[in-house]
């Protein structure tokens, strides 16, 4: 009997990635927001559409960044950033058809002030050996620039310093109203006395 040839299943992998067909990905990101904030994120990725064209077709604020990388039928986009919350506003796991754009959109809000990095990961979710597996196809970084409002500063500083803004602010106010209120009365007593 003849020995069963062996599968290499690295090799197994690799023949499905070179059968991927490219697709084209633009999303936007802004470049500064400001603490507290909430921008919306968008990513379009069409298989028969231009990066021209799928710019087009987002309205959110940002600079719009467009890529080609290797697309499967199901794929999967996942925002992230340390310093944001982020609401996935629809499913990140979706199927992809060849003629319509697939959408993702998310929602996010700076924690911090100063450089924020934020990370858009797609993966292409491939049928390996009966399972779908996750398999990374591209990573794309943006830095924003989280920036504090005055308003935001006042605040903060506000809510940080209560007790001292009570003794340095308020004490010697309440003590000039108490002092000109004395001085209003006995004036008024005076005037009557006369």
Same mark, same amino acid.
């Given at each position: !009997?003849?020995?069963?040839? /062996?599968?290499?299943?690295? /090799?197994?992998?690799?023949?499905?990635?070179?059968?991927?067909?490219?697709? *084209?990905?633009?999303?936007?990101?802004?470049?500064? !927001?400001?603490?507290?904030?909430? @921008?919306? =994120?968008?990513?379009?990725?069409?298989? &028969? $559409?231009?990066?021209?064209?799928?710019?087009? !077709? =987002?309205?959110? &604020?940002?600079?719009?960044?467009? @890529? %080609? =990388?290797?697309?499967?039928?199901? !794929?999967?986009?996942?925002?992230?950033?340390?310093?944001?919350?982020? @609401?996935? +506003? *629809?499913?990140?796991?979706?199927?992809?058809?060849?003629?319509?754009?697939?959408?993702?959109?998310?929602? +996010? $809000?700076? $924690?911090?002030?100063?450089? /924020?990095?934020?990370?858009?990961?797609? %993966?292409?979710?491939? *049928? #390996?050996?009966?399972? %779908?597996?996750?398999?990374? #196809?591209?990573?794309?970084?943006?830095?924003? =620039?989280? /920036?504090?409002?005055?308003?935001?500063?006042?605040?903060?500083?506000?809510?940080?310093?209560?007790?001292?803004?009570?003794?340095?602010?308020?004490?010697?106010?309440?003590?000039?109203?108490? $002092?000109?209120?004395?001085?209003?009365?006995?004036?008024?007593?005076?005037?009557?006395?006369?």
């Amino acid at each position: !009997m003849a020995p069963v040839p /062996q599968v290499d299943p690295l /090799q197994a992998i690799d023949r499905v990635l070179e059968r991927m067909e490219l697709g *084209n990905i633009v999303f936007n990101a802004p470049r500064t !927001m400001n603490l507290h904030d909430s @921008a919306l =994120i968008h990513l379009v990725l069409g298989v &028969e $559409k231009a990066i021209e064209d799928i710019k087009k !077709m =987002i309205e959110e &604020e940002g600079e719009k960044v467009g @890529a %080609s =990388i290797r697309v499967s039928n199901r !794929m999967e986009a996942r925002l992230s950033g340390r310093n944001f919350e982020i @609401a996935a +506003i *629809n499913p990140e796991v979706q199927a992809v058809a060849r003629r319509e754009a697939t959408e993702w959109k998310w929602e +996010i $809000k700076p $924690k911090a002030d100063g450089r /924020q990095n934020l990370h858009l990961t797609l %993966s292409a979710l491939l *049928n #390996i050996e009966g399972e %779908s597996t996750p398999r990374v #196809i591209r990573t794309l970084d943006r830095i924003i =620039i989280v /920036q504090v409002t005055i308003g935001q500063k006042t605040k903060v500083f506000m809510r940080n310093n209560w007790q001292w803004l009570w003794v340095v602010v308020l004490a010697p106010l309440a003590g000039w109203i108490w $002092k000109r209120r004395k001085r209003l009365l006995s004036e008024g007593n005076n005037d009557q006395e006369s």
